[in-house]
Protein backbone atom coordinates (compact mmCIF):
# COMPACT_ATOMS: atom_id res chain seq x y z
CA UNK A 1 0.00 0.00 0.00
CA UNK A 2 2.83 2.50 0.29
CA UNK A 3 3.29 2.26 -2.69
CA UNK A 4 0.64 3.41 -4.16
CA UNK A 5 0.58 6.34 -1.54
CA UNK A 6 4.42 7.72 -3.58
CA UNK A 7 4.04 9.65 -5.98
CA UNK A 8 5.72 7.29 -8.09
CA UNK A 9 2.91 4.52 -7.64
CA UNK A 10 -0.28 7.46 -7.90
CA UNK A 11 2.24 8.32 -11.33
CA UNK A 12 2.86 5.20 -12.71
CA UNK A 13 -1.45 4.10 -12.50
CA UNK A 14 -2.17 6.81 -13.87
CA UNK A 15 -0.29 6.45 -16.90
CA UNK A 16 -1.62 2.76 -16.88
CA UNK A 17 -5.11 4.02 -16.71
CA UNK A 18 -4.46 6.59 -19.54
CA UNK A 19 -3.26 3.66 -21.72
CA UNK A 20 -5.58 1.46 -21.33
CA UNK A 21 -8.09 3.64 -21.70
CA UNK A 22 -7.18 4.91 -25.08
CA UNK A 23 -6.60 1.57 -25.59
CA UNK A 24 -10.24 0.91 -25.39
CA UNK A 25 -11.64 3.63 -27.44
CA UNK A 26 -9.05 3.00 -30.11
CA UNK A 27 -10.04 -0.90 -30.20
CA UNK A 28 -13.79 0.11 -30.32
CA UNK A 29 -13.86 2.92 -32.73
CA UNK A 30 -10.95 1.81 -34.68
CA UNK A 31 -9.44 5.32 -34.51
CA UNK A 32 -7.67 7.26 -31.58
CA UNK A 33 -8.94 10.64 -31.51
CA UNK A 34 -5.90 12.01 -29.56
CA UNK A 35 -3.76 10.81 -32.50
CA UNK A 36 -6.29 12.10 -35.40
CA UNK A 37 -6.19 16.11 -33.44
CA UNK A 38 -2.71 15.63 -33.07
CA UNK A 39 -1.76 14.65 -36.59
CA UNK A 40 -4.29 16.99 -37.56
CA UNK A 41 -2.35 19.98 -36.30
CA UNK A 42 1.04 18.72 -36.75
CA UNK A 43 0.70 18.25 -40.73
CA UNK A 44 1.58 21.50 -41.74
CA UNK A 45 4.63 21.85 -39.64
CA UNK A 46 5.68 17.85 -40.41
CA UNK A 47 5.02 18.71 -44.04
CA UNK A 48 7.59 21.59 -43.95
CA UNK A 49 10.16 20.06 -42.60
CA UNK A 50 9.87 17.29 -44.52
CA UNK A 51 10.42 19.48 -47.43
CA UNK A 52 13.43 20.81 -46.07
CA UNK A 53 14.87 18.08 -44.86
CA UNK A 54 14.29 16.87 -48.33
CA UNK A 55 16.30 19.62 -50.11
CA UNK A 56 19.10 19.95 -47.76
CA UNK A 57 19.31 16.17 -48.42
CA UNK A 58 19.37 16.44 -52.19
CA UNK A 59 21.97 19.61 -51.41
CA UNK A 60 24.38 17.09 -49.57
CA UNK A 61 24.12 14.46 -51.95
CA UNK A 62 24.76 16.73 -54.82
CA UNK A 63 27.80 17.76 -53.09
CA UNK A 64 28.63 14.67 -51.93
CA UNK A 65 28.69 12.78 -55.27
CA UNK A 66 29.83 15.92 -57.15
CA UNK A 67 33.14 14.28 -58.52
CA UNK A 68 30.58 11.18 -59.91
CA UNK A 69 28.57 13.60 -61.39
CA UNK A 70 31.61 15.13 -63.04
CA UNK A 71 33.12 11.48 -63.87
CA UNK A 72 30.00 10.35 -65.60
CA UNK A 73 29.32 13.67 -67.44
CA UNK A 74 32.63 13.48 -69.31
CA UNK A 75 31.79 10.25 -69.77
CA UNK A 76 28.57 10.96 -71.21
CA UNK A 77 30.53 13.71 -73.17
CA UNK A 78 32.32 11.13 -74.79
CA UNK A 79 29.21 9.18 -75.52
CA UNK A 80 28.04 11.96 -77.63
CA UNK A 81 30.80 12.82 -79.34
CA UNK A 82 31.03 8.87 -80.23
CA UNK A 83 27.26 9.03 -81.05
CA UNK A 84 27.63 12.49 -82.97
CA UNK A 85 30.21 10.93 -85.09
CA UNK A 86 28.93 8.10 -85.92
CA UNK A 87 25.16 9.44 -86.64
CA UNK A 88 27.33 11.76 -89.47
CA UNK A 89 28.31 8.39 -90.59
CA UNK A 90 25.11 7.27 -90.50
CA UNK A 91 23.78 10.11 -92.53
CA UNK A 92 26.57 10.17 -94.84
CA UNK A 93 25.48 6.41 -95.77
CA UNK A 94 22.23 7.30 -96.06
CA UNK A 95 22.90 9.77 -98.66
CA UNK A 96 25.08 7.46 -100.21
CA UNK A 97 22.23 4.46 -100.20
CA UNK A 98 19.53 7.08 -101.72
CA UNK A 99 21.96 8.08 -104.37
CA UNK A 100 22.47 4.38 -105.39
CA UNK A 101 19.34 3.73 -105.55
CA UNK A 102 18.09 6.69 -107.84
CA UNK A 103 20.98 5.17 -109.59
CA UNK A 104 19.58 1.69 -109.65
CA UNK A 105 16.16 2.75 -110.94
CA UNK A 106 17.80 4.64 -113.79
CA UNK A 107 19.61 1.20 -114.44
CA UNK A 108 16.26 -0.63 -114.41
CA UNK A 109 14.21 1.89 -116.95
CA UNK A 110 17.31 1.80 -119.31
CA UNK A 111 16.42 -1.55 -121.04
CA UNK A 112 17.54 -1.34 -124.39
CA UNK A 113 20.82 -0.69 -123.22
CA UNK A 114 23.43 -2.35 -121.39
CA UNK A 115 25.23 -0.72 -118.45
CA UNK A 116 28.11 -0.42 -115.40
CA UNK A 117 27.96 1.50 -112.72
CA UNK A 118 30.70 3.10 -111.82
CA UNK A 119 32.49 6.03 -109.00
CA UNK A 120 34.07 9.40 -109.69
CA UNK A 121 37.21 9.06 -107.99
CA UNK A 122 39.07 11.96 -109.74
CA UNK A 123 38.24 15.58 -111.25
CA UNK A 124 40.57 17.44 -114.13
CA UNK A 125 43.17 18.99 -112.53
CA UNK A 126 42.06 22.13 -113.12
CA UNK A 127 39.36 21.09 -111.15
CA UNK A 128 37.05 22.65 -113.76
CA UNK A 129 34.66 19.58 -114.00
CA UNK A 130 35.68 19.59 -117.64
CA UNK A 131 37.02 16.09 -117.02
CA UNK A 132 36.39 13.37 -114.69
CA UNK A 133 38.04 10.19 -113.47
CA UNK A 134 35.97 7.18 -113.05
CA UNK A 135 37.05 3.59 -111.32
CA UNK A 136 36.48 1.21 -113.92
CA UNK A 137 37.61 0.47 -117.59
CA UNK A 138 38.27 -2.07 -119.99
CA UNK A 139 38.10 -5.28 -117.91
CA UNK A 140 34.57 -3.86 -116.95
CA UNK A 141 33.59 -3.23 -120.79
CA UNK A 142 33.93 0.52 -120.57
CA UNK A 143 35.09 1.79 -124.12
CA UNK A 144 36.19 5.39 -125.51
CA UNK A 145 33.27 6.87 -126.65
CA UNK A 146 30.73 5.10 -124.29
CA UNK A 147 28.16 7.37 -122.66
CA UNK A 148 28.06 8.50 -118.97
CA UNK A 149 24.92 9.40 -117.47
CA UNK A 150 23.09 9.94 -114.13
CA UNK A 151 19.48 10.01 -113.22
CA UNK A 152 19.86 13.59 -113.31
CA UNK A 153 20.93 13.67 -116.70
CA UNK A 154 24.05 13.75 -118.88
CA UNK A 155 27.41 13.62 -117.49
CA UNK A 156 29.59 13.21 -120.99
CA UNK A 157 31.47 10.43 -122.63
CA UNK A 158 34.13 8.37 -122.24
CA UNK A 159 37.53 9.78 -123.70
CA UNK A 160 40.00 7.34 -122.60
CA UNK A 161 40.15 3.91 -120.93
CA UNK A 162 42.47 1.54 -119.23
CA UNK A 163 42.16 -1.75 -117.61
CA UNK A 164 40.27 -0.39 -114.23
CA UNK A 165 39.83 3.43 -115.33
CA UNK A 166 38.09 5.34 -117.79
CA UNK A 167 38.65 9.20 -118.33
CA UNK A 168 34.96 11.30 -119.19
CA UNK A 169 34.67 14.49 -120.84
CA UNK A 170 31.75 16.02 -119.71
CA UNK A 171 28.99 17.99 -121.69
CA UNK A 172 31.07 21.64 -120.37
CA UNK A 173 34.41 20.28 -121.84
CA UNK A 174 35.09 22.41 -124.71
CA UNK A 175 36.15 19.64 -127.27
CA UNK A 176 32.42 18.20 -126.41
CA UNK A 177 29.73 18.40 -128.14
CA UNK A 178 26.44 16.72 -128.07
CA UNK A 179 23.41 16.98 -130.34
CA UNK A 180 20.38 17.99 -128.67
CA UNK A 181 16.19 18.51 -128.76
CA UNK A 182 14.31 21.41 -127.27
CA UNK A 183 11.69 19.26 -125.11
CA UNK A 184 8.87 22.09 -126.02
CA UNK A 185 9.21 23.34 -129.26
CA UNK A 186 11.54 20.01 -131.13
CA UNK A 187 13.99 22.72 -132.49
CA UNK A 188 17.42 20.27 -132.82
CA UNK A 189 21.03 21.59 -132.28
CA UNK A 190 24.46 20.69 -130.39
CA UNK A 191 25.12 21.31 -127.11
CA UNK A 192 29.15 22.52 -127.09
CA UNK A 193 31.62 23.05 -124.79
CA UNK A 194 33.61 26.56 -124.39
CA UNK A 195 36.75 27.02 -122.40
CA UNK A 196 35.19 30.43 -120.64
CA UNK A 197 32.03 29.27 -119.84
CA UNK A 198 33.54 26.08 -118.84
CA UNK A 199 34.59 27.59 -115.47
CA UNK A 200 31.19 28.95 -114.59
CA UNK A 201 30.01 25.21 -115.77
CA UNK A 202 28.17 26.24 -118.37
CA UNK A 203 28.12 24.95 -121.90
CA UNK A 204 26.68 26.44 -125.31
CA UNK A 205 24.03 25.92 -127.47
CA UNK A 206 24.77 26.19 -131.10
CA UNK A 207 23.47 25.30 -134.93
CA UNK A 208 20.44 25.96 -133.74
CA UNK A 209 17.85 27.10 -136.28
CA UNK A 210 18.31 31.35 -135.84
CA UNK A 211 14.44 31.73 -135.91
CA UNK A 212 14.05 29.06 -133.67
CA UNK A 213 11.42 30.26 -131.05
CA UNK A 214 13.75 29.20 -127.96
CA UNK A 215 13.36 30.68 -124.48
CA UNK A 216 15.00 31.13 -120.53
CA UNK A 217 14.10 28.10 -118.51
CA UNK A 218 13.61 25.74 -121.73
CA UNK A 219 14.71 22.24 -121.27
CA UNK A 220 17.04 20.30 -123.61
CA UNK A 221 17.04 16.49 -123.99
CA UNK A 222 19.31 14.34 -126.34
CA UNK A 223 18.44 13.66 -129.58
CA UNK A 224 19.62 10.45 -130.04
CA UNK A 225 20.95 11.33 -133.74
CA UNK A 226 24.58 10.27 -133.88
CA UNK A 227 24.15 7.07 -132.16
CA UNK A 228 26.38 8.35 -129.11
CA UNK A 229 23.55 8.79 -126.80
CA UNK A 230 20.20 7.66 -126.09
CA UNK A 231 17.05 9.98 -126.51
CA UNK A 232 14.80 11.91 -123.97
CA UNK A 233 18.22 12.54 -121.43
CA UNK A 234 17.90 15.99 -119.88
CA UNK A 235 21.21 17.57 -120.52
CA UNK A 236 20.49 21.04 -119.51
CA UNK A 237 18.14 24.23 -119.10
CA UNK A 238 18.81 27.11 -121.20
CA UNK A 239 20.16 30.52 -119.07
CA UNK A 240 20.52 33.17 -121.64
CA UNK A 241 20.07 33.91 -125.25
CA UNK A 242 22.16 35.36 -127.21
CA UNK A 243 20.83 37.21 -130.34
CA UNK A 244 21.51 39.84 -133.34
CA UNK A 245 20.62 42.62 -133.74
CA UNK A 246 18.14 41.89 -136.05
CA UNK A 247 16.79 39.13 -132.99
CA UNK A 248 18.10 36.38 -134.69
CA UNK A 249 19.48 34.12 -132.32
CA UNK A 250 23.18 33.31 -132.24
CA UNK A 251 23.79 30.90 -129.34
CA UNK A 252 22.58 30.28 -125.87
CA UNK A 253 24.19 29.57 -122.68
CA UNK A 254 22.92 26.63 -120.89
CA UNK A 255 23.72 24.98 -117.63
CA UNK A 256 23.87 20.92 -117.06
CA UNK A 257 21.06 19.27 -115.53
CA UNK A 258 23.81 17.31 -113.92
CA UNK A 259 26.17 19.25 -110.67
CA UNK A 260 29.03 18.01 -111.52
CA UNK A 261 30.85 19.02 -108.16
CA UNK A 262 28.66 16.55 -106.52
CA UNK A 263 28.69 13.51 -108.76
CA UNK A 264 29.60 10.13 -106.51
CA UNK A 265 28.51 7.00 -109.07
CA UNK A 266 27.36 7.14 -112.73
CA UNK A 267 25.98 4.61 -115.19
CA UNK A 268 28.29 4.31 -118.34
CA UNK A 269 26.22 2.75 -121.55
CA UNK A 270 28.60 0.76 -123.44
CA UNK A 271 26.16 -1.44 -125.37
CA UNK A 272 22.85 -1.93 -126.73
CA UNK A 273 20.84 -4.62 -125.90
CA UNK A 274 19.88 -7.05 -128.40
CA UNK B 1 7.48 30.48 -19.46
CA UNK B 2 9.47 27.14 -18.81
CA UNK B 3 6.61 25.64 -19.65
CA UNK B 4 5.67 27.26 -23.09
CA UNK B 5 9.76 26.58 -23.61
CA UNK B 6 9.39 23.06 -22.48
CA UNK B 7 6.81 22.49 -25.05
CA UNK B 8 8.77 24.06 -28.25
CA UNK B 9 11.30 22.37 -27.47
CA UNK B 10 8.90 18.93 -27.45
CA UNK B 11 7.52 20.08 -30.62
CA UNK B 12 10.26 20.94 -32.25
CA UNK B 13 12.05 17.49 -31.39
CA UNK B 14 9.59 15.32 -32.87
CA UNK B 15 8.78 17.38 -35.63
CA UNK B 16 12.89 16.49 -36.12
CA UNK B 17 12.55 13.03 -35.41
CA UNK B 18 10.00 12.31 -37.72
CA UNK B 19 11.09 14.17 -40.93
CA UNK B 20 15.06 14.49 -40.14
CA UNK B 21 16.17 12.05 -38.47
CA UNK B 22 15.88 9.05 -41.13
CA UNK B 23 18.76 11.14 -43.31
CA UNK B 24 21.59 10.09 -40.63
CA UNK B 25 20.51 6.52 -40.24
CA UNK B 26 23.27 3.86 -39.25
CA UNK B 27 23.01 0.72 -38.56
CA UNK B 28 19.37 0.82 -39.14
CA UNK B 29 19.20 2.93 -35.67
CA UNK B 30 18.26 6.42 -35.38
CA UNK B 31 18.60 8.77 -32.70
CA UNK B 32 15.32 9.20 -30.54
CA UNK B 33 15.83 12.82 -29.89
CA UNK B 34 12.16 13.26 -28.20
CA UNK B 35 13.04 10.19 -25.71
CA UNK B 36 16.72 12.21 -24.88
CA UNK B 37 15.09 15.23 -24.48
CA UNK B 38 12.28 13.77 -21.69
CA UNK B 39 15.30 12.21 -20.23
CA UNK B 40 17.29 15.51 -19.74
CA UNK B 41 14.27 17.34 -18.61
CA UNK B 42 13.43 14.90 -16.06
CA UNK B 43 16.42 14.58 -14.57
CA UNK B 44 16.34 18.82 -14.63
CA UNK B 45 13.13 19.42 -13.37
CA UNK B 46 12.59 19.56 -9.49
CA UNK B 47 8.94 18.79 -10.23
CA UNK B 48 8.09 15.56 -10.59
CA UNK B 49 4.55 16.40 -11.62
CA UNK B 50 5.60 18.34 -14.44
CA UNK B 51 8.29 16.21 -15.26
CA UNK B 52 5.95 13.24 -15.63
CA UNK B 53 2.84 14.84 -17.68
CA UNK B 54 6.00 16.43 -20.03
CA UNK B 55 7.09 12.87 -20.64
CA UNK B 56 3.42 11.81 -21.29
CA UNK B 57 2.99 14.78 -23.78
CA UNK B 58 5.79 13.83 -25.28
CA UNK B 59 4.92 10.32 -25.55
CA UNK B 60 1.71 10.72 -27.13
CA UNK B 61 2.52 13.41 -29.51
CA UNK B 62 5.61 11.31 -30.35
CA UNK B 63 3.28 7.86 -30.44
CA UNK B 64 0.80 10.00 -33.09
CA UNK B 65 3.47 11.44 -35.13
CA UNK B 66 4.96 8.48 -35.60
CA UNK B 67 2.57 5.88 -36.53
CA UNK B 68 4.44 3.97 -33.35
CA UNK B 69 2.13 2.08 -31.14
CA UNK B 70 0.53 5.31 -29.13
CA UNK B 71 -0.12 3.46 -26.04
CA UNK B 72 3.17 1.59 -25.70
CA UNK B 73 5.02 4.87 -26.15
CA UNK B 74 3.16 7.00 -24.50
CA UNK B 75 3.10 4.76 -21.56
CA UNK B 76 7.25 4.24 -21.95
CA UNK B 77 8.06 7.82 -21.93
CA UNK B 78 5.75 8.68 -18.82
CA UNK B 79 7.02 6.06 -16.94
CA UNK B 80 10.63 6.79 -18.18
CA UNK B 81 10.51 10.42 -17.00
CA UNK B 82 8.59 9.35 -13.93
CA UNK B 83 11.68 6.90 -13.01
CA UNK B 84 14.44 9.57 -13.91
CA UNK B 85 12.61 12.25 -12.00
CA UNK B 86 12.18 10.11 -9.00
CA UNK B 87 15.52 9.11 -8.56
CA UNK B 88 17.70 11.21 -7.17
CA UNK B 89 21.21 10.88 -7.73
CA UNK B 90 23.01 13.36 -5.69
CA UNK B 91 26.94 12.22 -6.67
CA UNK B 92 26.57 12.77 -10.35
CA UNK B 93 26.14 15.98 -12.31
CA UNK B 94 22.70 16.15 -14.03
CA UNK B 95 24.71 15.41 -17.64
CA UNK B 96 25.87 12.09 -16.47
CA UNK B 97 22.79 11.48 -14.84
CA UNK B 98 21.30 11.80 -17.64
CA UNK B 99 23.97 10.19 -19.67
CA UNK B 100 23.49 7.04 -17.25
CA UNK B 101 20.21 6.88 -17.19
CA UNK B 102 19.26 7.21 -20.55
CA UNK B 103 22.15 3.99 -21.44
CA UNK B 104 20.23 2.18 -19.05
CA UNK B 105 16.51 3.03 -20.18
CA UNK B 106 17.77 2.14 -24.03
CA UNK B 107 19.05 -1.00 -23.04
CA UNK B 108 16.20 -2.19 -21.26
CA UNK B 109 13.68 -1.34 -24.21
CA UNK B 110 15.73 -2.39 -26.87
CA UNK B 111 15.94 -5.90 -25.13
CA UNK B 112 12.05 -4.89 -24.64
CA UNK B 113 11.59 -4.27 -28.25
CA UNK B 114 13.56 -7.56 -29.77
CA UNK B 115 11.82 -9.59 -27.72
CA UNK B 116 8.33 -8.34 -27.87
CA UNK B 117 8.85 -8.97 -32.03
CA UNK B 118 10.65 -12.58 -31.39
CA UNK B 119 14.12 -11.24 -32.61
CA UNK B 120 17.07 -11.82 -31.55
CA UNK B 121 18.91 -9.58 -29.03
CA UNK B 122 22.02 -8.71 -30.94
CA UNK B 123 24.60 -6.60 -28.97
CA UNK B 124 24.27 -4.30 -32.47
CA UNK B 125 20.76 -4.47 -31.87
CA UNK B 126 21.56 -2.65 -28.03
CA UNK B 127 24.80 -0.66 -28.75
CA UNK B 128 23.78 1.19 -31.58
CA UNK B 129 20.85 2.63 -29.79
CA UNK B 130 22.54 3.58 -26.35
CA UNK B 131 25.22 5.08 -28.66
CA UNK B 132 22.86 7.46 -30.40
CA UNK B 133 20.61 8.12 -27.66
CA UNK B 134 23.37 8.90 -25.73
CA UNK B 135 24.86 11.45 -28.16
CA UNK B 136 21.69 13.05 -28.41
CA UNK B 137 21.26 13.48 -24.87
CA UNK B 138 24.78 15.32 -24.90
CA UNK B 139 23.81 17.71 -27.27
CA UNK B 140 20.01 17.92 -26.56
CA UNK B 141 21.28 18.38 -22.37
CA UNK B 142 23.33 21.61 -22.57
CA UNK B 143 21.22 23.23 -24.76
CA UNK B 144 18.27 22.78 -22.47
CA UNK B 145 20.22 23.83 -19.84
CA UNK B 146 21.04 26.75 -21.07
CA UNK B 147 17.86 27.66 -22.41
CA UNK B 148 15.04 26.55 -20.47
CA UNK B 149 16.65 25.85 -16.90
CA UNK B 150 18.95 28.50 -16.93
CA UNK B 151 21.73 26.87 -14.47
CA UNK B 152 25.25 27.42 -14.22
CA UNK B 153 27.57 24.60 -15.22
CA UNK B 154 28.53 22.34 -12.19
CA UNK B 155 31.45 20.05 -11.88
CA UNK B 156 31.81 16.62 -12.89
CA UNK B 157 31.55 14.94 -9.61
Excluded at chain 1, 57 to 70: G, R, T
Excluded at chain 1, 164 to 188: F, H, L, Q, Y
Excluded at chain 1, 229 to 238: C, E, F, H, K
Excluded at chain 2, 136 to 157: C, G, R, W
Aim: charged share 15%.
Amino acid sequence: MSFFKKKIGVAVIAVLIIAAVSSVITHFSGTNPITAVVRTVMSPFTNGAAHISRWIDEQVNFIWEASAYKEQNEQLEAQITELKKKNKEVAVYQEEVERLNTLLELKNSITNYSTVAAVVIGYSSSNQYDRIEINKGVFSGINPGNTVITADGVVGTVTEAGPNWAMVDTVIAPKSSTGIRVSRTDDVGVIEGDSELCREMMCKLTFVDKEANIIVGDILETSGTGGIYPPSLNVGTIREISADSMGMLNYAVVEPTVDFSELHEVLVINGVVQ
Amino acid sequence: MKRIKLLIWAVVLIILDSSVTHYIRIFDTVPALTYAFVICAAVMEEDFKLATILGGVCGMLYGSLTGRSFETVFAAFALSAAAVNYIKGKSLCGLLKAVFRCAVLTILGSVAISVLNRGAVTALSVVAPVLYNVAAVLVIYPILEHTVYNQKKKSLI
